[in-house]
């Protein structure tokens, strides 16, 4: 159980374009998700934090009008990057957090991760 | 506020040797810790995670950490390392008044050499 699944694995797109990724909670509804960048060899850096039905909450440096976040339903949340640059290049991870509460209300479950590469 | 720090960057241990790696962490508010792999160009897997319970907590692929209020900390251990180990670890800690938000180490690569 609590599988997440991110369409695509690997992108590539030209500069200028836009990328949608999508992030799906496959046996569970999920109230909460998180989106991550990850560059290489390093950490994961939290971008911004969904809610079904409301707005995102970006982290600060985030531009919210490059990296629009769409959290439209209970196991659906998705990550466009707008007008990519080679900069945008990097690994993005989701997460997403029951909305069943109980004793696993906290733990975050994660998806595979989206290789995007913008040439 | 919360903040997790994972000592060295690179651990290299032999074959079959104790595998130990390092989590120091600052939280105002009783934590949950969490402890992840990840593999080259994959996502992330919970490999334990403390939710104060026990303080000593078992993981997958023979993976353990304890928990120790009083020094902070919540190590990652193996007794025996396999080349399969070879992967990035992170450790993680959440708090419930930060909508469960996870504060991530910067993780540490560990080597496994034959």
């Known amino acids: 159980g609590a599988v997440v699944s991110q369409h695509p694995s690997r992108v590539i797109c030209k500069s200028g374009t836009s990328v949608k990724i999508e992030c799906r909670s496959l046996?569970?509804?999920?109230?909460?998700m998180f989106w991550y960048r990850q560059f290489p060899k390093q950490s994961l850096m939290l971008m911004a934090t969904?809610?079904?039905?409301?707005?995102?909450?970006?982290e600060q440096g985030v531009e919210k009008d490059k990296f629009l976040i769409n959290h439209a339903s209970l196991t659906l949340s998705t990550l466009t990057v707008t007008s990519a640059h080679p900069e945008d290049s990097s690994f993005y991870i989701c997460?997403?957090?029951?909305?069943?509460?109980?004793?696993?209300?906290?733990?975050?479950?994660f998806g595979p991760g989206t290789r995007l590469t913008v040439t | 506020a919360q903040s997790v720090t994972q000592l060295g960057s690179h651990v290299s241990v032999s074959e079959g040797a104790l595998v130990l790696l390092r989590c120091n962490y600052s939280?105002?508010?009783?934590?949950?810790l969490f402890w992840y792999v990840q593999y080259p160009n994959q996502g992330l897997q919970l490999l334990l995670k403390y939710t104060s319970a026990a303080t000593l907590v078992k993981g997958i692929n023979g993976f353990e950490a304890e928990f120790k209020k009083s020094e902070t900390s919540f190590h990652l251990t193996k007794p025996s390392a396999h080349m399969s180990d070879a992967a990035e670890y992170f450790c993680?800690?959440?708090?419930?008044?930060?909508?469960?938000?996870?504060?991530w180490g910067a993780g540490t690569k560990l080597i496994i050499k034959p």
């Open positions: 997460s997403a957090i029951s909305s069943a509460g109980g004793p696993y209300s906290y733990e975050q479950y």
């Open positions: 046996d569970f509804q999920a109230t909460t």
């Open positions: 939280s105002s508010v009783p934590p949950y």
């Open positions: 969904s809610n079904e039905g409301s707005k995102a909450t970006y």
């Open positions: 993680a800690v959440s708090v419930m008044d930060s909508n469960y938000q996870l504060i």
